[in-house]
């Protein structure tokens, strides 16, 4: 989720995923997928911006050494469920 700040000056989280398309005229306009707009006080470039920062940090986030060693397939063999049928 990115913040944004309303007219009011009241903070708004959007999600990235769902932004369709940024209009900047002269006040930034924000289109998502569902026809909501939003108007806000960022301009377009900042909000790219945060968008992009944000789908970095969760490229990093599922890179690291942690995801990995979740994901390794040896765990993934000795593991066993509890089940009662």
């Known amino acids: 989720m990115i913040k944004v700040t309303t007219r009011d000056g009241s903070e708004m ?10 209009t900047e005229t002269p006040d930034t306009h924000i289109t998502l997928s569902n026809g909501n707009r939003y108007l806000v006080l960022e301009p377009a470039r900042v909000v790219i911006s945060r968008i992009v920062n944000f789908k ?5 986030h599922a890179s690291s050494s942690v995801a990995r060693r979740y994901l390794r397939k040896r765990d993934a063999e000795g593991y066993h469920p509890n089940c009662r049928i």
Do not use: G, S, V
């Open 13 to 22: 989280y959007l999600n990235p995923d769902l932004i369709e398309l940024i």
């Open 56 to 60: 970095a940090h969760l490229f990093r």
